[in-house]
């Protein structure tokens, strides 16, 4: 028998997925001797620990996940009800040069980061626009920027390279 | 009725001065920017901006984020009426009637009504907010941890009900709110729950990094995939002031829209989007002519868009006074406040009766600047939607990226908010609303709190949940409402009172 509508029973599977992890983790898992996961103190009603409420918690969202996976099992979706199609490409360069922009601010300075997020998420788009036009809209863009949070606001930002970390984290500059 | 007088003439004194006329008008400012630009929303730029107003004392930054609120929903239809686009979701219903009038060359008639009907709408909603919010928030005093539990649960619920879409993924996202919210370290016995050894975990996850993740970066991936089209009607736009037969056309359905939309912005999960589209369906059914909807008709336009920004102003009422969020803006209005030292709940109008007054005057003074600004500025604002997204979502993402590292200068909070923006994107795709998971994440600890001293208070007994008055009524009101959606007739009702957004 097939999956009568695809979008609500792995919904429900994501719910119970995270519903175990959440559960597992504040109670812990024994065997016997060996503790694979700590868990956090249960406590009491009267004196609740720090396991309680998460665990009780995870035990709810279990429970829904369960409802909505088995109704989304049994009921018959229409044509909207199929799994959806993930534009890969959109994610990996939007939240991709956002990472990279995490990963590069502290040592290169938010005016290059900045640079690299506009011009990395700018590919990302289905309609190109011409790599001279992304360029000047980056640098554009990281001016205002410094202009506002750094200048104006006072946001402690770093917006030059740090040339030291940057040496010190690459060996062949050491010598 | 002289109380209120005095109150609020102590609100205006806090609003009028110099620094906090001037951040309410940057909010309201930044507001109608935002909210005229499609592909950002209020969440978005709210959490964008927390981290700029930390060194603003907390009335001024908390004047400037409601003002980007209802300014958001205000210029939201703008772009409405002149793109067919929603600006914000609270101007869907705009679109139908606004832009048959703009495509008739009525586009100035239709931006007039709209803001002259706000004005009014917010001058209604603010004097409610006095008039309601202190017997309100006196009642909540009396509250014992259980009935704040009960209460907690009720709002979000309630929350739910109102909102569109399958109830019961909507309350496996509040669950799992509550469980994200709990990340980080327990008051009470001090464990880092949840850090997986991660030293930025250990405080929580910020509730900027969220919403920034889950509301804006995954809106721009969807934008994305969907591509644009846009027509602008950018070329006559005359006539702003309506004529008599128009005032005379708007004047019920903008009383109507008012009443509405204050009644449904009180209640959680209520807020301007429930406002607008009800108005528009009351409209509907009470004109002569119900054929004229869909065709240019300006009452189509009036209702919501007084329903909308009355509600925007009320959803405050819970805020101010229980502080329960009924809205994922409201619940970064939480998070703002607590970032700024205050403890939301029914001890700010007694505690802080400045910052309660303040706020509230501010609203209405940030009306006033909305129409003197949307008036005269709707050429600039026209410009700025033939600004094309692929220059606008990269700078989105520059600003996002700023405002989530600024939070606490840590880049874990950025590599979490593009994780957050994958996730609020595959929720959007599985037709889960991530909008709830924002309302538990906010009330996750407080929950966790009033549960325990709830009982401890009882000895561990949950009988207390039932036998409190005050906590049973919350709890029937709460059984209630779940039969009534839960039977079908209520349920098709609701299917209804939505349809128009598919269209």
């Excluded at chain 2, 906010?442 to 009033?450: A, I, Q």
Aim: aromatic share 10%; with cysteine; glycine share 12%.
């Amino acid at each position: 028998m097939k999956v009568g509508h695809p979008k609500d029973f792995w919904s429900g599977i994501m719910f119970i997925v995270i519903g175990v992890l959440f559960a597992v983790v504040a109670k812990g898992i024994k065997f016997g001797d060996s503790v694979l996961v700590a868990g956090y103190a249960m406590g009491t009603p009267a004196r609740m620990g720090p396991a309680f409420f998460p665990f009780w918690l995870g035990l709810i969202l279990i429970l829904f996940g369960v409802i909505i996976a088995v109704n989304g099992y049994r009921t018959k979706g229409g044509p909207d009800s199929a799994f959806p199609h993930f534009h890969w490409r959109a994610i990996a360069y939007v939240l991709g040069s956002v990472i990279i922009f995490g990963l590069i601010l502290k040592p290169v300075g938010m005016l290059l980061a900045g640079i690299v997020l506009v011009i990395v998420s700018s590919i990302g788009n289905p309609e190109k626009s011409p790599m001279k036009t992304t360029v000047i809209l980056a640098v554009g863009l990281v001016v205002f920027c410094a202009l506002v949070f750094v200048w104006g606001l006072k946001l402690p930002i770093p917006l030059c390279p740090d040339v030291e970390a940057i040496q010190s984290s690459i060996g062949f500059c050491r010598g | 009725m002289g109380e209120i007088l005095s109150n609020l003439y102590l609100g205006f004194g806090v609003a009028l001065t110099f620094q906090n006329a001037m951040y309410c008008f940057i909010g309201v400012l930044l507001g109608t920017l935002i909210g005229v630009l499609p592909g950002i929303g209020p969440v978005a730029t709210i959490s964008m901006l927390l981290p700029a107003t930390f060194v603003l004392p907390p009335i001024s930054a908390l004047i400037m984020l409601a003002g980007i609120y209802y300014g958001a929903s205000y210029g939201g239809s703008t772009t409405a009426i002149l793109v067919n686009l929603p600006g914000e979701v609270s101007s869907v219903v705009t679109c139908i009637d606004g832009y048959q009038m703009a495509r008739q060359g009525h586009a100035g008639k239709a931006l007039g009504v709209a803001a002259l009907g706000s004005f009014f709408a917010g001058t209604v909603a603010t004097m409610l907010i006095a008039a309601f919010a202190p017997p309100l928030a006196e009642f909540a005093l009396k509250f014992g941890p259980a009935d704040y539990f009960s209460l907690m649960i009720l709002g979000l619920i309630a929350a739910v009900v109102l909102a569109h879409g399958s109830l019961i993924k909507a309350i496996a996202m509040i669950v799992l709110g509550l469980l994200i919210g709990l990340i980080g370290t327990d008051v009470n016995s001090g464990v880092a729950r949840y850090s997986f050894g991660l030293p930025e975990l250990i405080d929580g996850i910020g509730i900027g990094t969220i919403a920034m993740g889950t509301f804006g970066f995954s809106e721009i991936v969807r934008n994305l995939e969907q591509g644009e089209k846009r027509e602008v009607f950018t070329k006559s736009i005359t006539g702003l002031l309506p004529n008599w037969t128009d005032i005379k056309q708007s004047t019920w359905p903008v009383l109507r829209g008012t009443a509405l939309g204050s009644f449904l912005g009180i209640l959680p999960g209520g807020g301007p989007t429930l406002g607008s589209f009800s108005a528009y369906t009351l409209e509907k059914k009470m004109a002569k002519d119900p054929s004229r909807f869909g065709k240019g008709a300006i009452e189509g336009v009036a209702a919501p868009e007084a329903a909308n920004n009355a509600a925007a102003q009320t959803s405050f009422i819970p805020l101010l006074t229980l502080g329960i969020p009924s809205n994922p803006v409201m619940a970064l209005m939480i998070g703002a406040m607590i970032i700024h030292g205050i403890q939301p709940g029914p001890q700010i109008m007694t505690a802080k009766p400045d910052l309660f007054w303040g706020m509230i005057a501010s609203m209405w003074v940030g009306n006033l600047m909305l129409v003197i600004l949307n008036l005269p500025l709707i050429g600039m604002w026209v410009k700025l939607l033939t600004l094309e997204y692929r220059f606008l979502y990269p700078a989105i993402l520059l600003f996002c990226c700023i405002g989530v590292y600024s939070i606490s200068n840590a880049t874990m909070d950025v590599y979490l908010a593009a994780l957050f923006g994958f996730i609020g994107y595959a929720f959007i795709k599985l037709e889960c609303e991530p909008a709830p998971l924002l309302l538990g994440f906010v009330l996750g600890p407080m929950m966790e709190e009033n549960l325990r001293r709830a009982l401890l208070l009882s000895r561990g007994d949950p009988m207390v949940f039932f036998t409190r008055p005050i906590s049973l009524t919350l709890l029937i009101i709460t059984a209630i409402l779940i039969v009534i959606v839960v039977s079908p007739a209520i349920s098709k009702k609701r299917a209804e009172a939505f349809q128009e957004e598919a269209v």
